[in-house]
């Protein structure tokens, strides 16, 4: 199986980027993806296919992925975009959908 | 616009059973594969079952398998989750998640994501 490892926490003031990693062993043999879920709220698709935007999303979102390391940046960050990001792949070896812990993002 | 609506949360005691279920509008329900989707108080998101379009075949998550039941009705354009022998460790707010293409099949590292998700329903199991 393979387990998803984000940063608890990424600060980061308004206007510069943030990054966020999500490490997997075997993230090499599967897309990724990532979701925002501000405080109280449900998750919300911000990033498919390691580097897709879905419609909606806003520009200063974007992916990458390199070997078993997938990225999150956010460019200009705003305050709005404060709030928990979590990756999320398919595993093969257990077929199920797996989610790496979540980093919180705090703009200062 | 797609909404998905979840209800039929509350507070069980361990050993207890409760059913969820999920209102869908706004797209093509029954083309849709659709998931359950699990965050325990404070914790992260946790991946619990997975249904296809027809209803004929649905996936678990090794701590909800023989417990938990998943099934759709097309006609009404509801998904439900069937909770059985309830544990501590199930208390969590469950979201309904539907899948991004009706292309999409389980077992596919292809559109495997999930592109909205309902508002949430709050599970609590007392032990």
């Known amino acids: 199986s393979h387990e998803l490892t984000q940063p608890p926490s990424v600060s980061v003031s308004p206007g510069q980027t943030a990054t966020i990693t999500c490490s997997g062993d075997?993230?090499?043999?599967?897309?990724a993806c990532w979701y925002q879920q501000r405080p109280g709220q449900s998750p919300v698709l911000v990033i498919y296919e390691d580097t897709n935007r879905p419609s909606g999303s806003p520009e200063r979102f974007s992916g990458s992925k390199s070997g078993n390391t997938a990225t999150l940046t956010i460019s200009g960050t705003q305050a709005v975009d404060e709030a928990d990001y979590y990756c999320?792949?398919?595993?093969?070896?257990?077929?199920?959908?797996?989610f790496g812990g979540g980093t919180r993002v705090t703009v200062l | 616009e797609v909404q998905l609506l979840d209800s039929g949360g509350g507070l069980r005691q361990a050993g207890g059973s409760l059913r969820l279920s999920c209102v869908a509008s706004g797209f093509n329900f029954n083309t849709y594969g659709m998931s359950w989707v699990r965050q325990a108080p404070g914790r992260g998101l946790e991946w619990v079952s997975t249904?296809?379009?027809?209803?004929?075949?649905?996936?678990?998550a090794e701590p909800v398998k023989g417990r938990f039941t998943m099934s759709r009705d097309n006609s009404r354009n509801t998904l439900s989750l069937l909770m059985d022998s309830l544990r501590a460790e199930d208390t969590a707010k469950y979201y309904c998640?539907?899948?991004?293409?009706?292309?999409?099949?389980f077992g596919s590292g292809s559109q495997a994501y999930f592109d909205s998700w309902g508002q949430g329903t709050l599970v609590t199991v007392s032990s």
């Open positions: 249904i296809n379009a027809n209803g004929d075949t649905a996936r678990y």
């Open positions: 998640a539907k899948a991004p293409s009706p292309t999409y099949h």
């Open positions: 075997d993230l090499y043999k599967a897309f």
């Open positions: 999320q792949a398919w595993d093969v070896t257990t077929s199920s959908f797996v």
